[in-house]
């Protein structure tokens, strides 16, 4: 199966520019997408297909990479982004899920 | 307006059968096509398969012996049953509608299902 490594967590101060970093065991073209959770919710789709924004999304958020090394930006960071980020592949079977960013704000 | 919901038995015996149903509405299931995905308490998300918009199936490896989704257009409802369930199956389950390259645009709010005698 295709791993997808992601930091555990990150902390930032509103305002500021903070890259989520996922790295793929083997390629996975640009079928590689983004969510956000936030507590005791179902995830939502911030970017799909590596660096597009989906509708309704705010252009804070970015999406990049290909191949194996993805990021997902977010730029400038607000207290609303307060979350676990989790990519994910659709490039291979099983499609897989990267273990989840925590995004924490100072 | 796209929505799924999910439903089910909050608590299932060890070595029981889990039955889910997902019901959706806003979209045709065979227009889009719905995954299962599920989430262990404090821990990431795990794929478990999909139905094709042509009613054909896919499951993730580790699962497939034991799992099973279908679906009833009329209704549209997409069912997930999986057999011989252990504690380590604990998790909120959810539906997701998936779109071209299969990203998960819309997910229903999930259901918590526990393992437990």
């Known amino acids: 199966d295709t791993v997808l490594t992601q930091s555990p967590a990150l902390a930032v101060s509103p305002g500021e520019r903070v890259t989520i970093s996922c790295r793929a065991s083997e390629s996975v073209s640009t079928l590689m997408h983004w969510y956000q959770q936030k507590p005791g919710q179902q995830p939502t789709l911030l970017i799909y297909?590596?660096?597009n924004l989906e509708s309704g999304v705010p252009a804070r958020f970015s999406g990049s990479g290909s191949g194996t090394d993805f990021t997902l930006t977010i730029d400038p960071v607000e207290a609303d982004d307060t979350a676990t980020y989790y990519c994910?592949?659709?490039?291979?079977?099983?499609?897989?899920f990267g273990g989840g960013t925590k995004l924490e704000l100072k | 307006q796209v929505q799924l919901k999910e439903s089910g038995p909050g608590l299932v015996q060890p070595s029981q059968t889990l039955s889910l149903t997902c019901t959706v509405s806003g979209f045709s299931l065979t227009s889009y096509h719905v995954s299962w995905v599920r989430q262990p308490p404090g821990k990431g998300l795990e794929w478990m398969g999909v139905?094709?918009?042509?009613?054909?199936?896919a499951y993730n490896s580790l699962l497939k012996s034991r799992l099973s989704i279908s679906r009833d257009i009329s209704k549209s409802q997409v069912f997930l049953k999986m057999n011989s369930l252990q504690t380590e199956d604990t998790a909120t389950y959810y539906c997701?509608?998936?779109?071209?390259?299969?990203?998960?645009?819309?997910w229903g709010q999930g259901v918590m299902v526990t393992v437990s005698s």
């Open positions: 139905i094709w918009t042509g009613g054909s199936t």
């Open positions: 297909l590596a660096s």
């Open positions: 997701a509608r998936g779109i071209r390259y299969n990203p998960f645009d819309y």
């Open positions: 994910q592949q659709s490039w291979n079977d099983p499609w897989t």
